[in-house]
């Protein structure tokens, strides 16, 4: 109802201009109303033909030839009847034939062609709005379905890995392996309930880091040579959750892979100008069974993707496969 009143609002404001558009020219307004009132359907029925059956059975379906085909010859039509229009009126009116000057039935086309093409265009127009609204919706639907699988791809990853370090204590019977299991509770309370919003402040993100080391040290023990600095870094900025852990967590599954060698881990965090700064380097194990960092491990691939999804063209990623070290480095835009 509200759109079928817009429509006859429309169309009466349209009648409206018409009338006194002609009224200084007539010499009966009465006679002019009905002329202008008379005429709408030549403007009306096009325009409800093109914009309302054929832009979606035609244009949206990719059918465009046919639908420049059907244009044509609607205008063809409307050609047509524009020419007899007057005659048929006055025959309706008062029984006489009456034609209308060619200059003023041309002036007439014309105007009706004008306004046919500016509604048509209108109704295209806010179709292709809708479209285009609506495929921004999927795509950001889709947008957070990826990211939703891919943050809960971390979950599953993070608990593998670290169940894998509390059996290697129980199988020890390491005194530590009670202290790991409250570590661990507390990470996945952190996890689970904290990290279920869009961004975090980086202190909630650092200090899910440190628990984690925590955590990693009751495991690898004095073997472990940590540097852990913090600089310039503002830690009321506002970041993904569970972004950075990781890549830490990545260079404590690779780096401490052997169970003799020490592990040495570097990790560096600045914000400067709104730009956040990440680096962490980890040693390889001498051993060197398959010692490298897997770079097409789950870790790694799921920060790549989510780092294209959250920040498309503000990060930058790289990745150094050294001799005796593995360096992973980012640089990321806030």
């Given at each position: 109802?509200?759109?079928?009143?817009?429509?006859?609002?429309?169309w009466a404001l349209y009648a409206a201009v018409e009338f006194l558009a002609n009224l200084p020219?007539?010499?009966?307004?009465?006679?002019?109303?009905?002329?202008?009132?008379?005429?709408?359907?030549?403007?009306?029925?096009?325009?409800?033909?093109?914009?309302?059956?054929?832009?979606?059975?035609?244009?949206?379906?990719?059918?465009?030839?046919?639908?420049?085909?059907?244009?044509?010859?609607?205008?063809?039509?409307?050609?047509?009847?524009?020419?007899?229009?007057?005659?048929?009126?006055?025959?309706?009116?008062?029984?006489?034939?009456?034609?209308?000057?060619?200059?003023?039935?041309?002036?007439?086309?014309?105007?009706?062609?004008?306004?046919?093409?500016?509604?048509?265009?209108?109704?295209?127009?806010?179709?292709?709005?809708?479209?285009?609204?609506?495929?921004?919706?999927?795509?950001?639907?889709k947008r957070d379905a990826e990211l939703q699988f891919l943050r809960a791809q971390i979950h599953?990853?993070?608990?593998?890995?670290?169940?894998?370090?509390?059996?290697?204590?129980?199988?020890?019977?390491?005194?530590?392996?009670?202290?790991?299991?409250?570590?661990?509770?507390?990470?996945?309370?952190?996890?689970?309930?904290?990290?279920?919003?869009?961004?975090?402040?980086?202190?909630?993100?650092?200090?899910?880091?440190?628990?984690?080391?925590?955590?990693?040290?009751?495991?690898?023990?004095?073997?472990?040579?940590?540097?852990?600095?913090?600089?310039?870094?503002?830690?009321?900025?506002?970041?993904?959750?569970?972004?950075?852990?990781?890549?830490?967590?990545?260079?404590?599954?690779?780096?401490?892979?052997?169970?003799?060698?020490?592990?040495?881990?570097?990790?560096?965090?600045?914000?400067?100008?709104?730009?956040?700064?990440?680096?962490?380097?980890?040693?390889?194990?001498?051993?060197?069974?398959?010692?490298?960092?897997?770079?097409?491990?789950?870790?790694?691939?799921?920060?790549?993707?989510?780092?294209?999804?959250?920040?498309?063209?503000?990060?930058?990623?790289?990745?150094?496969?050294?001799?005796?070290?593995?360096?992973?480095?980012?640089?990321?835009?806030?």
């Amino acid at each position: 109802m509200k759109r079928l009143a817009i429509h006859l609002a429309l169309w009466a404001l349209y009648a409206a201009v018409e009338f006194l558009a002609n009224l200084p020219h007539s010499v009966d307004a009465e006679d002019l109303l009905r002329q202008t009132l008379f005429f709408i359907p030549v403007v009306a029925l096009p325009f409800y033909l093109v914009a309302y059956y054929l832009v979606p059975t035609l244009l949206w379906q990719g059918k465009k030839t046919w639908f420049w085909i059907c244009c044509l010859l609607i205008l063809v039509v409307v050609l047509f009847v524009r020419l007899h229009w007057t005659s048929w009126y006055w025959t309706l009116m008062s029984g006489k034939t009456m034609t209308a000057p060619l200059s003023k039935v041309t002036k007439n086309l014309i105007r009706d062609y004008a306004v046919i093409g500016f509604a048509v265009a209108l109704k295209i127009i806010r179709d292709w709005d809708k479209k285009d609204r609506l495929t921004n919706q999927l795509k950001t639907e889709k947008r957070d379905a990826e990211l939703q699988f891919l943050r809960a791809q971390i979950h599953p990853h993070f608990l593998f890995n670290t169940l894998n370090n509390l059996y290697g204590l129980a199988l020890s019977q390491s005194p530590n392996t009670p202290d790991s299991i409250l570590r661990l509770s507390g990470l996945l309370d952190f996890i689970l309930y904290e990290c279920n919003t869009e961004r975090i402040p980086l202190e909630k993100e650092v200090r899910l880091i440190l628990d984690y080391i925590e955590l990693e040290k009751l495991r690898i023990g004095n073997r472990l040579q940590l540097q852990f600095d913090v600089k310039d870094a503002d830690q009321t900025a506002l970041i993904a959750p569970l972004l950075l852990l990781p890549l830490v967590e990545n260079a404590f599954k690779h780096g401490a892979r052997a169970s003799n060698d020490t592990v040495f881990i570097k990790i560096n965090l600045r914000v400067q100008e709104q730009t956040l700064y990440f680096q962490v380097e980890n040693s390889k194990p001498e051993t060197r069974e398959k010692a490298g960092n897997g770079s097409k491990g789950i870790g790694l691939l799921n920060i790549e993707k989510r780092l294209k999804l959250l920040y498309s063209g503000r990060y930058f990623l790289q990745k150094f496969n050294m001799d005796n070290a593995f360096l992973v480095s980012l640089k990321l835009r806030l």
